[in-house]
């Protein structure tokens, strides 16, 4: 299949069929027999050959195995011991010489163990290390390294079944059996809930996964089973290396229309697969070390900018920010129970969204408040084709970038020009999809927040009758009796500093509901105006003050913000939809101001 693959797919092969591309920094020589393996330095030798690459789970196993570190890697220049390797790693340089493909990359043997900047070099180097390779061994079978991944160890009810297949070929053979074993699950496992190995699989040309239950070879175009099954690929990474002409990116007279069209169809396009696709599979995995959820996705998304031609800001693209920052947990949405963190095998399993914590169990900041990146859980983006539009249409948008500071005096750029504006503190922090570490990343731009309060309503189990019944369509509505029992939900209204604007606009003051329901009506208080809904349900408990940044019209959406009275800032706490529409015009009045969030 390898051979096949190779010689007839052309969306699988490299840009220069003639020209093999740059190795990594590092590969291991393993030769064509046990006991001829060392490190080499690839890059720095020239060398153009084609590798093999390793996708797996660490486990225990590396650890007790030899590593690549600055004081040994003179030595492993000359000699690589591989009977101290992990199974993993020996099965997969055996794999290598079947093949007779003469160098392997494997992470902790390529990658200076404990060097920091080396880390920080060979990470942001991921789409080259997996798209460059001629193949990649995904060993998703195996939780730990030292168990190996070559042998199938399910144990099936019953063994497979030879029946002869009655025919001799052209010399007379007879040509033996076919087995008939009873169905095999195509479930990936362990390795499919561990967020680095999401990004070696989408970048990776050409797989063979050892699944849980069976084995099968995956490519740009298609897919095959051990069993003989067959289907289609994504070709998720064929999407993501679709570069724009450089000609095209900008705002100048050559381009032509059609040009321009082409840009924004595929612009639109991998904004879809990001949100759609990759997101929503990365979130459902879990990190060793939680500071890595940029450097987990950092290929991937180098690669996107290339199409999408915007800064990437802690995890959401400065041109379409709006819609970037609508992100919700997928727990709000799609999972039925709760389902703590824990041994997760699949990434099927929704999580319930809580903030990342460190080894010893203590809660970090990986990322700004308004980051999906900010949460442990499953992320969705709600857009759908019917409604993207509004997501992406300027006009609809109730925030807007600031002017860039000019830089001299005789600076003359168009503040309207949205190439002299910006979203993001001037002071901040460098953010861009090589960065492997954001966890400050200020966003200042124009909006108008609104101060409001968590209507209080006894008992709590009222919350959920009075979201059932209120009178916005919305799938927080829908869902509100489970969510409202969780904790996350909350009815909002405007506190007692917007009663000016609510006057002017006739809202105020409030009407008694109870004159106009009957005993058996669901009484809405008429001051309730909106419904949120919180990322964390543990931070609802004691919130009664917050604020609320509308970002869309017509779908009329927004977030949920908490005020910092220290400086002014704002930190997220959710998001917030389902407004009744006689608060709307309260809602886009008043004048802008500026928002530090």
Not at 7 to 36: I, K, S, W, Y
Request: aromatic share 10%.
């Amino acid at each position: 299949m390898l051979n096949v693959c190779k010689m007839n797919h052309t969306e699988c092969g490299f840009v220069d069929a003639d020209v093999m591309p740059e190795m990594p920094t590092r590969v291991l020589d393993v030769g064509t027999t046990p006991g001829q393996a060392r490190l080499v330095l690839a890059r720095e030798r020239g060398l153009r050959e084609p590798y093999l690459a390793l996708s797996y789970c660490w486990g225990q196993g590396v650890r007790y195995a030899i590593e690549l570190k600055d004081e040994n890697i003179t030595s492993l220049l000359e000699f690589l011991d591989e009977t101290a390797l992990a199974a993993t790693q020996q099965e997969c340089i055996a794999i290598a010489r079947q093949l007779s493909i003469r160098y392997v990359w494997i992470d902790s043997l390529c990658i200076i163990q404990g060097n920091l900047a080396d880390w920080e070099y060979e990470s942001k180097g991921m789409a080259q290390v997996y798209g460059n390779a001629t193949l990649t061994v995904v060993a998703a079978r195996s939780a730990d390294s030292r168990l190996g991944f070559v042998t199938n160890r399910l144990e099936q009810a019953a063994p497979p079944c030879a029946l002869p297949f009655g025919r001799k070929d052209d010399n007379g053979r007879d040509m033996g059996d076919v087995f008939l074993c009873l169905p095999r699950s195509g479930k990936g496992g362990p390795l499919n809930a561990r967020g680095w190995c999401f990004q070696e699989g989408v970048l990776s040309r050409r797989k063979i996964i050892f699944e849980t239950q069976k084995v099968y070879y995956s490519c740009q175009r298609s897919e095959r089973w051990e069993d003989g099954k067959m289907d289609e690929s994504d070709r998720l990474r064929v999407q993501l290396f679709q570069k724009l002409p450089e000609n095209t990116l900008g705002h100048t007279d050559t381009n032509t229309r059609s040009q321009k069209l082409e840009q924004e169809r595929l612009r639109n396009q991998m904004l879809e697969l990001w949100y759609k696709k990759i997101l929503f599979s990365y979130t459902q995995r879990l990190l060793t070390n939680p500071y890595d959820i940029f450097a987990g996705v950092s290929g991937i998304a180098q690669l996107a900018k290339q199409t999408i031609g915007s800064r990437y800001l802690a995890g959401i693209w400065e041109g379409d920010i709006v819609r970037g920052l609508l992100w919700h947990t997928w727990f709000s949405f799609g999972a039925k129970t709760k389902r703590n963190l824990g041994p997760v095998i699949s990434p099927l399993i929704s999580i319930e969204p809580r903030r990342p914590t460190d080894w010893n169990g203590k809660t970090v900041v990986r990322a700004p408040s308004w980051s999906w990146a900010s949460i442990q859980g499953q992320v969705h983006e709600r857009s759908t084709p019917r409604n993207k539009a509004q997501y992406q249409d300027p006009s609809n948008f109730l925030i807007r970038p600031r002017p860039k500071p000019r830089q001299r005096n005789d600076d003359t750029h168009d503040d309207d020009d949205l190439r002299s504006q910006t979203w993001t503190a001037s002071d901040g922090p460098h953010c861009d999809a090589d960065v492997l570490s954001m966890s400050v990343c200020g966003l200042h731009f124009l909006g108008r927040p609104k101060h409001v309060r968590l209507f209080q309503v006894e008992p709590e189990a009222a919350l959920a009758d009075i979201l059932l019944n209120w009178p916005v369509s919305h799938p927080f509505c829908r869902q509100g009796r489970r969510l409202a029992g969780q904790g996350y939900m909350a009815i909002l209204e405007p506190a007692g500093g917007e009663y000016a604007q609510l006057e002017k606009h006739g809202l105020f003051p409030f009407e008694d509901p109870s004159l106009t329901s009957t005993p058996s009506d669901v009484v809405f208080p008429t001051s309730t105006f909106a419904v949120a809904c919180f990322d964390i349900a543990a931070e609802r408990v004691g919130v009664t003050d917050c604020w609320f940044l509308p970002l869309l019209k017509e779908i009329w959406e927004g977030l949920l913000l908490y005020k910092d009275p220290s400086d002014g800032k704002f930190r997220r706490l959710g998001i917030v939809a389902a407004i009744k529409k006689q608060f709307l015009p309260w809602v886009v009045s008043g004048p802008e101001e500026e928002v530090y969030l």
